[in-house]
């Protein structure tokens, strides 16, 4: 299990919120959570139905009845605006027009709010009341079997609101209910649930502290220098080139961001495989094959590919102009990872003709690499790697070294794993590396990912913004002059959020509107970094809301 608070009394809450407005903190700060792996259902009251713990890849809270209804709550009475959300997978039917659903602001087994995933494909937000029901909106929105959905139900005053997969929104203004517990719920069905996450929607605005504290804190921010500490590449033609300006507005949803979207090595963007074929793949073989082809693919992954280990180490190269994305939300890539990469050689210190560029790789679990997970080295350029899950390699889950720039990571989701992402190949490998590795990070799901989250050798400047990082060892660490730019983050129960170190050379860090719970210390500052502003349009989200929308659209099947 990862962490779970519960606020069992209105004293109790009382206590926490005005902890917070004592502190000048922010809000949103975890009420409950409850992943399961902790092999049980403690604190949960169930009701009709048949629940257990149960596994599906890992364990989730299963329901498995399908003759009646059926329900499960837990958290506090006295709970009034949050967000819970939770995964949602419909198993088994009995008849049509069933439902699995996600309840806030729950009285009793009979009264609540509810958002209802029903298999007449659409979404709808209810309440119950004495039993009787009320639709308050409703959506389309496909509705499989077998598919993994999370589901988000916000309550604020009056105002619900609620999603799927970060879209098919429904909202309404009600006031039958004030507080009330969490909970989930099924109508003749069978379903599993997961990943379940209450986040408070109360409190002030982040005010700065510049230590961390048990309760939520906005770590204090120098201001940005509006040019790097350290020099930047040279305009010769092996030199990434400066940038005249941001493009005038942030791309749209589904479309590269970051990095990825910096004009440089004769690349204007990153398309992956655009205006070249798309394939459907489910085997090893066809797999291997159209990675490896010349000129652009799209690449749909169906189901599980094993990948052999042989003599690459289990390491498969990709080549230029591809996208590779799973389908659905069970694509997976299991037992060996992708090189994006030409070979090694120590002697090239300028990007060659054949680096390279232009990937694009999402919405793939993959796991069980005897080595890296993904590995982009070799002055690989213009890559982009969203929303993906990765988990159980044998050394990093995401390596960017040797040269290697003009990157995006964006809504993945990181877990079971050491040494996560690491920026930089090693101490000596300035020659490859300085003024290079220019590497986006965003809105991914640092989930018990142990370390390197990531950590930072000579890159001139590296955006880390609005992810969530949850019991961590240590966050971000920056060395060899690195400079990173750390904003919006929220960071729970990390011993280390962020640190400046001796390898080699001090790192720099600016950071500004994050936010620590439960850390042990302080995101440490030194010099000046390159404000992300001078190449790319972002909008940041508020840092208390990442505990809650990162987790709900982090990772596969979400996009």
């Known amino acids: 299990m990862k962490v779970r608070f519960r606020l069992a009394t209105a004293a109790v809450a009382a206590t926490v919120a005005a902890a917070m407005l004592y502190a000048g903190t922010a809000n949103a700060a975890t009420l409950f959570s409850d992943d399961f792996n902790d092999g049980n259902s403690s604190g949960w009251t169930t009701s009709g139905g048949t629940w257990s713990v149960a596994a599906d890849g890992t364990s989730v809270l299963r329901q498995a009845g399908t003759s009646s209804d059926?329900?499960?709550?837990?958290?506090?009475?006295?709970?009034?605006?949050?967000t819970v959300t939770a995964r949602v997978k419909l198993t088994a039917v009995n008849g049509t027009n069933r439902f699995a659903a996600l309840l806030a602001r729950a009285q009793s087994n009979t009264s609540y709010y509810y958002l209802a995933l029903?298999?007449?494909?659409?979404?709808?937000?209810?309440?119950?009341?004495?039993g009787s029901s009320t639709t308050l909106a409703s959506a389309a929105v496909t509705v499989t079997t077998g598919a993994w959905y999370t589901l988000s139900l916000n309550v604020s005053g009056s105002s619900l609101r609620?999603?799927?997969?970060?879209?098919?929104?429904?909202?309404?203004?009600?006031?039958?209910?004030?507080?009330?517990?969490?909970g989930v719920a099924t109508y003749n069905a069978a379903a599993n649930f997961d990943d379940v996450l209450v986040a408070d929607a109360a409190g002030p605005s982040p005010s700065p502290s510049t230590g961390p504290s048990a309760s939520p804190s906005s770590s204090s921010s120098p201001s940005a220098s509006p040019r790097p500490s350290s020099p930047s590449p040279s305009a010769s033609p092996s030199a990434s080139p400066s940038p005249s300006g941001p493009p005038p507005n942030p791309p749209g949803p589904g479309q590269p961001d970051g990095f990825a979207t910096v004009a440089g090595y004769g690349q204007a963007t990153t398309t992956g495989g655009a205006g070249g074929p798309v394939v459907t793949v489910d085997t090893t073989e066809e797999f291997l094959d159209y990675i490896a082809r010349t000129g652009p693919y799209t690449i749909q992954v169906s189901g599980t590919i094993t990948l052999p280990t042989g003599t690459t180490d289990g390491m498969h190269n990709v080549s230029s102009d591809k996208t590779i994305v799973g389908l659905g939300s069970t694509a997976r890539l299991v037992g060996g990872g992708l090189n994006i990469g030409v070979p090694v050689s120590d002697a090239v210190t300028s990007p060659p003709a054949n680096a390279v560029h232009n990937i694009i790789i999402r919405n793939l679990s993959i796991s069980g690499a005897t080595d890296d997970l993904i590995n982009v080295q070799m002055f690989s350029h213009h890559i982009w790697i969203d929303h993906n899950d990765l988990s159980d390699g044998g050394d990093g889950a995401l390596d960017i070294k040797r040269g290697s720039d003009?990157?995006?990571?964006s809504w993945n989701r990181f877990h079971d794993h050491d040494k996560t992402t690491l920026v930089g190949h090693d101490d000596a490998n300035g020659a490859q590396d300085t003024g290079r590795l220019r590497v986006t990070y965003h809105h991914n799901f640092f989930d018990r990912s142990d370390q390197r989250n990531p950590r930072v050798r000579f890159s001139p400047l590296v955006h880390v913004y609005n992810n969530y990082y949850f019991d961590n060892s240590y966050g971000i660490a920056?060395?060899?002059?690195?400079?990173?730019?750390?904003?919006?983050?929220?960071?729970?129960?990390v011993n280390n959020p962020g640190r400046v170190e001796f390898s080699g050379p001090l790192g720099r860090m600016v950071e500004r509107n994050n936010i620590l719970v439960e850390c042990n210390h302080p995101i440490e500052v030194r010099g000046t970094v390159t404000d992300p502003a001078t190449f790319y349009p972002y909008t940041v989200d508020d840092p208390a809301s990442v505990p809650t929308i990162v987790p709900a659209g982090a990772g596969v099947g979400k996009i």
């Open 406 to 409: 003009l990157l995006t990571v």
């Open 70 to 82: 059926a329900r499960a709550r837990a958290g506090s009475t006295a709970w009034a605006n949050y």
């Open 118 to 130: 029903r298999t007449n494909n659409t979404v709808e937000l209810k309440k119950l009341v004495g």
């Open 478 to 493: 920056s060395t060899n002059e690195s400079g990173l730019f750390v904003e919006g983050n929220y960071f729970f129960s």
């Open 162 to 182: 609620g999603s799927v997969n970060g879209g098919a929104a429904v909202s309404a203004v009600d006031s039958q209910f004030a507080t009330g517990q969490i």
